[in-house]
């Protein structure tokens, strides 16, 4: 895709991550991505190791997770908050109502090559090229130069690795495949390996506690292959049962691919599972034939078709020439590097480009890369916050498509959700709450009450959905898929509310993800009533489908039991600290640096609160921001980010720069 902007920028500042050694840990290696399969490149020499991923391979089977003993502690738990013992209310919550952890997203495999020349390397680079999403390893070794370049095609389904030689028949080396699940290796004839394993049952008890005891059953969860093809151009192959052996080539270009038995959320992966074997047959043979350059100007198309949509300019320092971990550096040590804000900007885009396409699962806490067999909170869909933020870009960044496997997965919560609403609260319409999984759970889990009590999940991942319409302006959009997930998590919400005693309607039990206060007694809780968070996700939602049936002309009677709703919701009070509170009550925070900032909301991003139209909240805000911050807040990166785009909704661009 031809854009002359976008041409321009790239000559002034090449979007190029680079570096001048190989990657020692997991988090420095540099990602590929098409969506479905994902590939972290180390850049290794000697040993190069390429980690792989793909998007369906978890651990579990469809299950039903809810507890349908939970509505019977409703109106006791109820009272006991309407009578400020929030603590006693928590400890019911915490023993009776939750359901068990969430399933697991799983490493699929490594691909390793082991170089045979030890001569001395010289001229070392590694980079990632955001403008073509294609990762490059460069050097010299005794008198001849290497380049590695490797792509993952989403038009054609495969990681595609080149590795040349300036000089005929320098190339030896061996290649390898491996995995931590459980799995077997095979030849599949000269050139090819395939790597065919089965996920977990379940997830382990105490797996918290780095438990290492998995359980696994012919019969239960996720069966995969890869698949590898090597062709190479002078030099011979030799093939066996656990490796490629490669002698004296001058080209070597591998083709791999990947393929799971899942098939559905609600589907058994093994009985009712896709011919993951077929999949992979079909990909290698449909690119068989093909020169790398068809290959490689077929991914460039399509990638380009969406990088290239935004060019971006902030300024330049001169220091484009260094290595970006050492332009990092400069600017941690108080230099000015305006281009590399350009670079960050442009790889986050490049990022969702590469880890959520049109058909695939949506990008997950990690995105789509993962090297561990148990990742750090199951690499899930955290809904209280994270995996909205991944989604934050799609639509401003014009990455719309890019959004489309957030909305297949709210379709698939919708469904698990209106069970979970019905089981657990008597309500109407569609739930869920903080973590999310392969098979849509829609429970609250395990745990303490301040990350599970949250069944706001739908209210939120509904906006997503309004945003879509608010950009493309799509009214059979609106009108066939977002309304009615939005109409269903409304009606849900309608019938969570309850009447407190001043006659607002208010949210009960309630939390504000995460964040823990202290009680009048002196005592630790995270549960009362209507948080912050709580109504502000309420009235947006209420906002958005009232004017969403305008439009459209329908439900003109929900709609009036929406705007009566709306007109009863608490409204934003300012506290002692001149902040905005947290809570319906001016609880103190046992961390006033929590990193979540759930209960600003509404000013990003959301856009109900009067921050901007009323100096007060305006005040309320900042104060807010500062305490947060003059108490060590914005110390993870999620939070930081959350921050920035705060303080630049407050029109402080000084606040968001710093």
């Given at each position: 895709?031809?854009?002359p902007?976008f041409?321009m ?12 050694k ?12 098409n ?11 000697r ?6 991923n ?16 939970a ?15 929030y ?5 019911i919550?915490?023993?009776n109502m939750?359901?068990?952890s ?12 082991e170089f ?13 090229d ?10 010299s070794?005794?008198k001849h ?5 490797a792509?993952?095609?989403?038009p ?9 030689s300036?000089?005929?028949h320098?190339?030896s ?5 491996d995995s ?8 599949e004839?000269?050139g090819?390996?395939?790597?065919e ?9 105490g ?8 359980t ?10 890869v698949?590898?093809?090597v062709v190479?151009?002078g030099?011979?192959t ?13 080209t070597?270009?591998?083709?791999l691919?990947?393929a799971?038995?899942f ?32 290959l ?12 290239n949509?935004?060019s971006?300019?902030?300024g ?10 050492e ?5 941690k040590g108080g ?8 670079l960050?900007?442009?790889y ?7 880890c ?17 067999v148990?990742p750090?909170?199951n ?7 994270n995996?909205?933020?991944n ?10 498509e ?11 919560l ?9 089981i657990?609260?008597k309500?109407r ?10 098979w849509?759970?829609s ?5 303490s009450?301040?990350w599970?009590?949250w069944?706001?999940a739908?209210?939120?991942l509904s906006s ?8 493309s302006?799509?009214?059979?959009f609106?009108r066939?898929?977002?309304y ?10 309608l ?5 407190y005693?001043?006659?607002s309607?208010?949210t ?13 007694e002196?005592?630790e ?11 502000s996700l309420?009235r947006e ?14 439900d ?13 919701l608490?409204?934003?009070?300012i506290?002692?600290h ?10 103190d925070?046992k961390?006033?640096?929590?990193r979540?900032?759930?209960?600003l909301?509404?000013l990003y991003p ?7 139209e009323d ?5 309320a ?8 911050l ?15 785009n705060l303080?630049?909704?407050l029109?402080?661009?000084g606040?968001?720069?710093?």
């Amino acid at each position: 895709m031809n854009n002359p902007i976008f041409d321009m920028e790239k000559k002034k500042n090449p979007l190029t991550l680079w570096y001048r050694k190989s990657a020692d840990k997991w988090v420095e290696a540099l990602p590929l991505g098409n969506g479905r399969l994902g590939a972290m490149v180390f850049g290794g020499v000697r040993r190069e190791r390429i980690q792989l991923n793909e998007d369906t391979l978890w651990s579990g089977q469809p299950y039903d997770t809810n507890n349908y003993k939970a509505n019977e502690y409703m109106d006791q738990v109820r009272d006991l908050i309407f009578q400020a013992k929030y603590v006693e209310a928590q400890n019911i919550i915490e023993q009776n109502m939750g359901g068990p952890s969430n399933q697991a997203y799983k490493p699929l495999a490594d691909l390793y090559l082991e170089f045979t020349d030890i001569a001395k390397v010289e001229d070392y680079k590694r980079e990632l090229d955001l403008a073509q999403g294609i990762s490059r390893v460069t050097y010299s070794q005794g008198k001849h130069g290497i380049s590695r370049e490797a792509f993952i095609s989403s038009p054609d389904q495969a990681m595609v690795l080149k590795i040349t030689s300036d000089k005929p028949h320098k190339l030896s080396l061996k290649l390898a495949l491996d995995s931590l699940i459980d799995h077997r290796v095979s030849n599949e004839g000269e050139g090819c390996l395939a790597l065919e394993g089965q996920c977990p049952s379940d997830v382990p008890e105490g797996y918290r506690d780095k438990v290492e005891t998995i359980t696994y059953r012919n019969d239960q969860g996720i069966k995969f292959a890869v698949k590898m093809k090597v062709v190479c151009e002078g030099g011979r192959t030799k093939t066996s049962r656990q490796s490629i052996d490669i002698e004296n080539a001058s080209t070597v270009t591998i083709y791999l691919t990947a393929a799971t038995s899942f098939n559905s959320f609600n589907k058994n992966p093994v009985s009712e599972g896709k011919d993951y074997r077929l999949i992979c047959d079909n990909i290698l043979d449909s690119i068989d034939g093909q020169s790398y350059k068809e290959l490689k100007q077929r991914h460039l198309d399509d990638y380009q078709s969406l990088f290239n949509r935004v060019s971006i300019d902030l300024g330049h320092s001169g220091r484009q020439v260094l290595a970006t971990d050492e332009r990092i550096e400069a600017v941690k040590g108080g230099g000015d590097d305006p281009a590399l804000a350009a670079l960050l900007f442009q790889y986050g885009r490049y990022l969702l480009i590469s880890c959520s396409r049109p058909g695939t699962q949506a990008a997950n806490l990690q995105g789509i890369w993962n090297e561990e067999v148990w990742p750090p909170w199951n690499s899930n869909y955290t809904s209280n916050i994270n995996v909205e933020m991944n989604y934050w870009l799609a639509e401003v960044c014009n990455l719309a498509e890019c959004h489309e496997p957030l909305f297949d997965m709210i379709d698939d919560l919708m469904i698990t959700g209106m069970k979970t609403a019905q089981i657990h609260y008597k309500a109407r319409g569609w739930t869920a709450h903080h973590n999310v999984d392969l098979w849509r759970l829609s429970t609250p889990s395990d745990g303490s009450a301040s990350w599970a009590c949250w069944p706001m999940a739908g209210a939120w991942l509904s906006s997503h959905l309004w945003d879509h319409y608010m950009f493309s302006k799509d009214v059979k959009f609106l009108r066939e898929r977002a309304y009615p997930v939005m109409k269903e998590a409304a009606l849900f919400c309608l019938d969570w509310l309850v009447e407190y005693k001043d006659g607002s309607l208010v949210t009960c039990p309630s939390t504000s993800p995460e964040n823990v206060f202290i009680t009048p007694e002196g005592e630790e809780c995270s549960v009362s009533f209507a948080s912050t968070m709580d109504i502000s996700l309420i009235r947006e939602l209420f906002m958005q489908c009232i004017e969403a049936s305008r439009m459209l002309e329908i439900d003109k009677n929900l709609r009036s039991e929406l705007e009566l709703a709306l007109s009863r919701l608490p409204k934003y009070k300012i506290g002692r600290h001149g902040q905005l509170q947290e809570w319906f009550f001016d609880f103190d925070e046992k961390e006033p640096g929590h990193r979540h900032l759930s209960h600003l909301y509404s000013l990003y991003p959301g856009c109900a609160i009067p921050a901007l139209e009323d100096e007060k909240f305006m005040d309320a805000i900042r104060n807010t921001l500062d305490r947060r911050l003059n108490h060590g807040g914005g110390h993870t990166g999620w939070s930081c980010a959350w921050l920035i785009n705060l303080w630049a909704r407050l029109g402080d661009g000084g606040k968001a720069h710093e």
